[in-house]
């Protein structure tokens, strides 16, 4: 038999190991009550982050669809970039994919008969976790350019409010850089001339 099919039979026994691995990356407290509470609307990171696990062995086994890995990622990667974990910390749950595949099919792996086979699993879990990384740095992104968006909108509401700021003529007219022009004469504004 295998090694794929082997993880197949005992896929189970993988993700909850793999799971329990991933959870020792979380505080205690938060470990604790993540493994206990198994009810989707009490617990829903700890059931996505299960869930996506379970999705990314199939794929890890199928190792066919990049788009459909990616997507297995995000959800599990989403929740990690918004937690208070540096980079390497928020990606290492994809590495300990291998520590649970060793450990859970130890006797099987003591054999040798299967270090090949081993050995191209790890190399798919390393680019499963490039591929994490990617949707990583796009996570990061989209939090740190909603945080300037929000920064922006906070401080020109203050500004406005303080009459630091007001809004120029070109926002206020619809038209072309011409209707601008007309709305300053209209409103007494001089440009300054060139010289």
């Not at 918004?82 to 290492?92: E, G, N």
């Not at 291998?98 to 450990?103: D, G, S, V, Y």
Request: charge should be neutral; charged fraction near 30%; hydrophobic fraction near 45%.
């Amino acid at each position: 038999m295998t090694l794929a099919q082997r993880i197949a039979n005992g896929k189970e026994s993988l993700v909850d190991r793999w799971y329990d691995l991933v959870l020792a990356t979380y505080p205690g407290e938060t470990a604790k009550l993540w493994r206990r509470n198994s009810d989707p609307f009490t617990n829903p990171v700890g059931q996505t982050t299960h869930r996506a696990l379970a999705e990314l062995v199939d794929h890890l086994l199928v190792w066919s669809d990049a788009q459909a890995i990616c997507t297995s990622l995000d959800e599990v990667v989403k929740i990690r970039a918004v937690q208070d974990f540096t980079p390497a910390k928020a990606m290492a749950f994809i590495f300990l994919l291998k520590k649970a595949l060793r450990e859970v099919f130890a006797k099987d792996l003591a054999g040798g008969g299967l270090d090949a086979e081993l050995a191209a699993l790890e190399a798919r879990v390393d680019n499963m976790a490039l591929m994490g990384f990617d949707v990583y740095v796009r996570e990061r992104e989209k939090i740190f350019r909603m945080r300037v968006d929000e920064f922006k909108r906070t401080h020109r509401m203050i500004f406005r409010k303080t009459g630091i700021m007001c809004e120029t003529t070109d926002s206020l007219v619809r038209g072309g850089p011409d209707e601008a022009a007309d709305a300053d004469e209209d409103l007494g504004i001089k440009k300054p001339q060139a010289r």
